[in-house]
């Protein structure tokens, strides 16, 4: 091992890198893990000296406390390489304040922005032959935080790990998706954890989700748990409805996650000069706009998703289709949007994050 940061952390490279393994014309979302992951422990009240090591199984406790009781959240981020082999990363620092705000709703630790930060890109420095440079690929960067103290006292934890974790990925829907309206299940409650890139948010998503799978769809839109009158977001990403030539999106409240790549399109909505309304919207305001012909887009944004138009929504049984448009709003935002992410076009906010 040496020492050769600021932090002083350790690095132990691998022996045998599994790159010459990877097809990197396939990689499907989330599947193949690069050769190192970052590591820090906290206990005794602090964090302790971060490491970067090979990827690996990890050993716990059986009863640690993420086991019984679910104390963990996560971040979802990318880095992207240019034509120059530059590292870039989108909006970091938005992906650290957030785990820190979803872990002290967890009652977590805080993760200190340098060890973020740095222990980010020091990985991405070691992992740099792993960043696709495949169109539409991308390394999708995991960084979590999960009880490891033991005992079955329905507590906090006073151990924890963070890591981070890399994956090169291509998309995450394979094409245009298709979408349940969910009005018997919920996602999340006022005063609960929706905000939150909490575990267990994703973990409640699952079996609705299968059923609308089994039924043709491929997610779940989710509507307030008090009414279910108005639409909130999807299960991995924020949606946005073009009725006419508004661009409308719910706001962010205690129940839905304050997406980095959202509050990104509805900046650049405005330099477009698209009109925008961030106002509650009902599910019969979709119905009807589909049946008078003024909805005209519907599509989620997150960082695994991008921009994902929807072609689709299902509604108490009857399948409402969205028409297929010239020059869409998607369209204009996913460009937008990754030719910042890929350094191919000028960085007028400011977002890009050279590594
Ligand atoms: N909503 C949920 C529930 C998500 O999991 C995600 C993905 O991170 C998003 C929205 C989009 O957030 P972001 O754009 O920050 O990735
Ligand atoms: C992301 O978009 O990064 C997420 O965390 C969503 C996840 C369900 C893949």
Redesign the pocket.
């Known amino acids: 091992m040496s020492t050769a940061t600021t932090l002083n952390m350790n690095i132990e490279k691998t022996k045998k890198s599994k790159l010459p393994q990877v097809d990197f014309n396939n990689l499907p979302?989330?599947q193949t893990f690069s050769d190192h992951m970052f590591v820090c422990d906290y206990k005794d009240g602090k964090w302790q000296t971060p490491q970067i090591i090979p990827y690996q199984n990890i050993s716990l406790d059986p009863a640690a406390k993420i086991f019984h009781y679910g104390q963990s959240v996560?971040?979802?981020?990318?880095a992207y390489k240019d034509e120059k082999d530059q590292i870039w990363l989108f909006r970091p620092l938005e992906n650290q304040k957030r785990i820190n705000i979803s872990s002290e709703r967890l009652a977590m630790p805080a993760f200190p922005e340098n060890y973020f930060m740095e222990g980010l890109e020091t990985l991405l420095k070691i992992e740099k032959d792993w960043i696709p440079q495949t169109p539409g690929s991308s390394l999708?960067i995991?960084p979590f935080i999960f009880a490891t103290g033991a005992g079955l006292h329905a507590s906090p934890s006073t151990e924890y790990k963070f890591m981070i974790a890399c994956a090169p990925s291509g998309a995450?829907f394979a094409g245009n998706v298709k979408v349940l309206i969910e009005e018997k299940y919920s996602r999340s409650a006022n005063g609960g954890v929706g905000f939150a890139?909490a575990g267990g948010n994703?973990a409640g998503q699952f079996y609705p989700t299968q059923l609308a799978v089994e039924k043709g769809y491929h997610q779940v839109i989710w509507t307030d748990d008090n009414t279910h009158e108005f639409i909130e977001e999807a299960?991995?990403?924020n949606i946005f409805v073009r009725i006419g030539d508004t661009l409308i999106t719910s706001p962010t409240s205690d129940r839905i996650l304050d997406?980095i790549?959202r509050k990104s399109i509805l900046k650049i909505a405005e330099d477009e000069g698209i009109p925008v309304e961030v106002r509650k919207f009902t599910v019969s305001e979709l119905t009807e706009a589909s049946k008078n012909g003024t909805l005209k887009e519907m599509f989620g944004a997150?960082?695994?998703?991008v921009i994902s138009p929807i072609s689709l929504f299902g509604h108490r049984g009857k399948d409402y289709e969205l028409p297929e448009i010239e020059n869409s709003y998607a369209a204009r935002f996913k460009k937008r949007i990754t030719d910042i992410q890929y350094n191919r076009s000028e960085d007028k906010f400011g977002w890009r994050y050279l590594v």
């Open positions: 979302f989330g996560f971040e979802g981020m990318k999708y995991r995450y890139k994703y299960g991995a990403m997406g790549t997150g960082t695994a998703a």
